[in-house]
C-alpha cells in the first residue's frame, strides 16, 4: 500500500515539474505551434511587398492573402508557389508549407518589379532580417527634344491617343500650335499613361479607362512615353511635331 501511494506521489510531482517547465518564463516556449496553420496579410504597391508577419516556424502551414494596394498590376512568388497577376484592387490566396528552416526569398515576377524594391526575404525558424527603411527615387532617361518656347498659336486640335503594350497609336502627330486635346484610351491590358516629356504627365489609367485633357504647345518637337517603370524601355515612346 504505502508503495502505490509513493509511486502515487511521484507521478504527481512528475507532472507538476512537466506543467511548471512549459509555462516558466524563459522556457522558449514558441506562441506558434511548428504545425500550426499562420495566415498572413500581404500588402503589394509601387514598389514594396508589406507583410504583416515576416517568419514562422519550421514546419507552418502560411496562407498568404495577397493585395494588390498599388495602381498598377503585381503579383507575389515564395517557395516556388505564385499568386496569378493581380489587377488593381484584387487579391488572392497563396498556400505554402514550410519544412526547411532557412531564409526564404520572395518577390514580384513582372518586369523590373524585383528590381524596383519589390522583393524581400521570409524567416522560417530563424530571427527576421532587419527592416531597413530606404528612399528610392525612379529616374526615367529619355533623349528629349528642348522645347524652343516662342509663341503659342491659335489653333485648336483634337488628338486620339490609344495605349497598347507597348505603343501609343495617335491620330497625328503633326499638330498645329495652339491648344491640344489628348483624348486617351487605354486599350491594353496593362495600366499605362500618356506624358508629353517636359510639359504634361497624364494619370496612371487602367485598361478600359480614358480621361481627355488640353495643354497649350508652342512650335517644336516633342517626345512622347510612359511614365509606369520599364514601360519605356520596352517601347512605349513615340514624337510628336508641332508646327507654326
Not at 532587419?130 to 486640335?157: F, L, M, Q, S
Request: charged residues 15%; aromatic residues 6%.
Amino acid at each position: 500500500m504505502r508503495r502505490a501511494v509513493s509511486l502515487f506521489v511521484l507521478g504527481v510531482l512528475a507532472l507538476a515539474g512537466l506543467i511548471a517547465g512549459v509555462y516558466a518564463p524563459g522556457s522558449g516556449a514558441t506562441p506558434v505551434k511548428a504545425d500550426a496553420t499562420v495566415k498572413i496579410t500581404v500588402k503589394a504597391s509601387e514598389f514594396k511587398f508589406a507583410l504583416s508577419r515576416r517568419s514562422v516556424p519550421v514546419g507552418s502551414t502560411v496562407v498568404f492573402t495577397v493585395i494588390n494596394s498599388g495602381k498598377i498590376s503585381h503579383d507575389f512568388k515564395i517557395n516556388g508557389k505564385k499568386t496569378p497577376t493581380l489587377a488593381p484592387g484584387k487579391k488572392a490566396t497563396l498556400k505554402v508549407v514550410f519544412k526547411k528552416k532557412g531564409k526564404i526569398a520572395y518577390l514580384c515576377t513582372l518586369l523590373g518589379h524585383a528590381g524596383a524594391g519589390m522583393k524581400g526575404v521570409f524567416a522560417v525558424g530563424v530571427a527576421p532580417p532587419k527592416v531597413t527603411t530606404t528612399t528610392r527615387t525612379t529616374t526615367t532617361t529619355t533623349t528629349t527634344t528642348t522645347n524652343p518656347g516662342g509663341p503659342i498659336g491659335t489653333a485648336n486640335t483634337t488628338v486620339q491617343v490609344g495605349m497598347f503594350e507597348y505603343r501609343f497609336d495617335m491620330s497625328q502627330q503633326t499638330i498645329p500650335s495652339g491648344q491640344v486635346t489628348f483624348v486617351i484610351t487605354n486599350k491594353g491590358g496593362e495600366v499605362h499613361n500618356f506624358a508629353i516629356a517636359g510639359s504634361k504627365s497624364g494619370a496612371l489609367l487602367a485598361p478600359g479607362a480614358s480621361e481627355t485633357w488640353t495643354v497649350g504647345l508652342p512650335a517644336g518637337g516633342y517626345n512622347i512615353v510612359c511614365d509606369v517603370p520599364f514601360h519605356a524601355e520596352r517601347g512605349m515612346t513615340s514624337s510628336m511635331t508641332i508646327t507654326p
